[in-house]
């Protein structure tokens, strides 16, 4: 029998990146822990030592919950279940030949690559202005910090993100006393893609809470202490936080990747990219063929991870892939500030302290499967 040298044996291993710490990604880590791929020799590529839980970003925001509720620590996570942590940020993949490019020059050889890095926010256009994303999510803490001790913090969209940290910014400084109001400016009504009366009914509980909203305006100008709406209306800030609606990474459409009309790629049932069968994807970075208009929102992400996982290692040993099917109605927990939260699931709406019980529940437990 022929017996293999060191070096050939490396050789026989393949190599999978797995690029981003979203919430698919920490799951597909933790699956590895408990059941690691034969064979393949992983890596995760992600610009931050820490992911963060945008679930628990409104209760951050508003003092319950301390940063390492909030986060998690990647090293750790990759280190116990034997994957590579490099700290890089992703530019370009050249799928052809099958190599990722980072910020900063390192180029990663690869057999497989997916991809979990979330979505951005900020337009370029407001890029060199005082407007600011939480988007890398490891850029939130510090953003809030800034500006929940300013008088008139300023939310820039008016969905579920929007809304949510708008009234936990408000809870804050009520809480603490800081005079001022927060401001919500959206260029749909608040909870625009909901029916009239769910809308109309978060819009009531923010206005009770006493902050100012401009709705069906967009942001046109951003100045140093005032923006302009498309309405001509100049409003007064003291910050600007954007929060309106995931747009791509570009690193997709320039390394000439099938993406939709937003720049996000497009992907099969398999979670494999549309156009090639060694590039996978989750989250909010993915547009699926299946279903382009699926919400970008983490509970998709956390849903797809397992099939992830799944496929991966089947893609390895050459088996028949699985296919994900989002559920078609999702359960949502705004929290509004004052342990209550507005549950929506399909058409129903309940405003309660048990709303809020729950999502803590929900999160915590969250949390806790990787800590
Ligand atoms: C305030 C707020 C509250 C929200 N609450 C909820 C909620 O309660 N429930 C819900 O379902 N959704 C919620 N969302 C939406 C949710 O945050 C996103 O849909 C979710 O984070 C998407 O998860 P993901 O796995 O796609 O990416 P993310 O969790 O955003 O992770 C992306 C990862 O990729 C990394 N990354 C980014 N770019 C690169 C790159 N070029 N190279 C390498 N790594 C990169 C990032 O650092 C990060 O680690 C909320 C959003 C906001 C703003």
């Keep these: 029998m ?3 040298t060191d070096k050939e044996v490396f050789d026989l291993s393949k190599r999978l990146l797995l690029v981003g710490a979203g919430h698919a990604h920490i799951e597909v880590v933790r699956s590895m822990k408990e059941q690691p791929i ?13 992911f963060y839980y945008s679930g628990m970003f409104s209760g951050y925001t508003e003092g319950i919950y301390s940063l390492e509720d909030i986060r998690l620590d990647i090293r750790k996570l990759t280190q116990d279940a034997g994957v590579h942590f490099i700290r890089k940020r992703a530019s370009r993949v050249y799928p052809n030949f099958k190599k990722l490019f980072c910020q900063g020059g390192a180029v990663y050889p690869f057999d497989m690559i997916s991809f979990d890095i979330g979505s951005k926010h900020l337009p370029d256009p407001f890029m060199h202005t005082v407007a600011r994303s939480i988007k890398p999510n490891e850029q939130f803490a510090e953003r809030v910090d800034e500006l929940r001790r300013t008088s008139h913090p300023l939310i820039v969209g008016g969905g579920a993100g929007g809304c949510e940290l708008a009234l936990s910014l408000q809870a804050y400084k009520n809480k603490e006393q800081i005079s001022g109001d927060v401001r919500l400016v959206s260029s749909s009504n608040i909870l625009g893609s909901r029916t009239k009366r769910i809308s109309k009914k978060l819009k009531s509980i923010m206005q ?13 100008e951003v100045y140093d202490d005032y923006i302009v709406t498309s309405a001509n209306n100049k409003i007064r800030h003291t910050g600007v936080l954007w929060l309106g609606g995931p747009l791509a990474d570009p690193l997709f459409e320039t390394s000439g990747i099938k993406v939709d009309e937003r720049g996000f790629p497009l992907g099969r049932t398999t979670l494999q990219f549309a156009d090639y069968e060694f590039m996978f994807g989750a989250g909010d ?6 279903d382009p208009n699926l919400d970008k929102s983490g509970v998709h992400a956390v849903k797809q991870a397992p099939i ?10 050459s088996e028949e892939l699985l296919a994900y099917e989002p559920q078609k109605v999702a359960l949502y927990l705004i929290s509004t500030g004052m342990k209550k939260a507005l549950l929506l699931y399909g058409p129903v709406a309940a405003y309660s302290k048990r709303a809020w019980q729950l999502k803590n529940k929900i999160d915590r437990e ?4 990787y800590k």
């Design 38 to 50: 034969d064979d393949v020799e992983v890596c995760l590529i992600s610009p931050s030592e820490y």
């Design 2 to 4: 022929r017996t293999f």
């Design 308 to 317: 992830l996982y799944e496929n991966l290692r089947r893609f390895t040993a």
């Design 366 to 369: 969250f949390m806790d499967k």
């Design 285 to 290: 970075c993915v547009t699926l063929l299946t």
């Design 208 to 220: 009770a809470k006493g902050i100012q909203l401009w709705e069906q305006e967009r942001v046109e």
